[in-house]
T-cell receptor, first 113, second 110 residues
């Protein structure tokens, strides 16, 4: 099955700085890569996603890049704010076509005011 | 608010017992997924239903089962509970690639 690795496990940045989280996946047939933000006591919230026919996607301060050849994708958050503090998960679908998600182990992002 | 609802929010029970977790998907979503989140295993896919039929199985134990009803809500049944089953259980729903998660049920097995 799909194996997703995520780094770093924790990340602290000063408010206004950028944050980058990186993930690798194992299944070359994977074609959908979402990112989720999870705040304490809440369910994961979809913040951005990218499909395999696209190399980069941006939504305001958040961007995701995908390198299918190297099988890695990254989340970039610019101009970080304290409310960006949360745990972020990357995920990838498997090759079955059923769209089940395989998650990375999460990155705890802390934005220091 | 994702539009996915889960009940109950918290559940405390004893080893050996059986519990049922309930999920109502977003309006119009035919697919429901169940995930388990624990400290040592992270977020793991358990099972998926599409329009009432089981579509895919992940790391779901034989003691666990699920179903999706004609009104598209789903239930996850956990039986012969063990201490290690303590975790957050999430359901998600989708009608395409994007999955939207509910707030979860926190299960504590004592």
């Amino acid at each position: 099955g799909e194996n997703v690795e995520q780094h770093p496990s924790t990340l602290s940045v000063q408010e206004g700085d950028s944050a980058v989280i990186k993930c690798t996946y194992s299944d070359s047939a994977s074609n959908y890569f979402p990112w989720y933000k999870q705040e304490l006591g809440k369910g994961p919230q979809l913040i951005i996603d990218i499909r395999s026919n696209v190399g980069e996607k941006k939504d305001q301060r958040i961007a995701v890049t995908l390198n299918k050849t190297a099988k890695h994708f990254s989340l970039h958050i610019t101009e970080t704010q304290p409310e960006d503090s949360a745990v972020y998960f990357c995920a990838a679908t498997d090759q079955t076509g059923a769209n089940n998600l395989f998650f990375g182990t999460g990155t705890r992002l802390t934005v220091i005011p | 608010d994702s539009g996915v609802t889960q009940t109950p929010k918290h559940l405390i029970t004893a080893t050996g017992q059986r519990v049922t977790l309930r999920c109502s998907p977003r309006s119009g979503d035919l697919s429901v997924y169940w995930y388990q989140q624990s400290l040592d295993q992270g977020l793991q896919f358990l099972i998926q239903y599409y329009n009432g039929e089981e579509r895919a199985k992940g790391n779901i134990l034989e003691r666990f089962s699920a179903q999706q009803f004609p009104d598209l809500h789903s239930e996850l049944n956990l039986s012969s509970l063990e201490l290690g089953d303590s975790a957050l259980y999430f359901c998600a729903s989708s009608r395409g690639d994007e999955q939207f998660f509910g707030p979860g049920t926190r299960l504590t097995v004592l």
